[in-house]
């Protein structure tokens, strides 16, 4: 029987909504074992000057916790 955890991680991107959850993920999987999934609870983007500057993504990440 598994064990998971769950962790809620922040990444941003310059390029895009995606770009950011790429990064995150692949940050999540450099720093954690067992990585298993993720979802993505929320977005947003940084304006300035009317344009939008930074794409962010919050999301959870599952992880399996080693026996």
């Known amino acids: 029987m598994a064990v998971a955890r769950v962790t809620e991680i922040t990444a941003s991107s310059n390029k895009s909504f995606e770009d950011a959850l790429n990064i995150g993920i692949s940050r999540a999987c450099e720093t954690l ?3 298993e999934g ?3 609870q929320d977005q947003k983007v940084i304006i300035k000057d009317g344009k939008i500057v930074q794409y962010r993504v919050n ?3 599952t992880f399996i ?3």
């Open 38 to 40: 993720a979802w993505v």
């Open 33 to 35: 074992k067992n990585v």
């Open 59 to 61: 999301m959870k990440v």
């Open 65 to 67: 916790l080693a026996e």
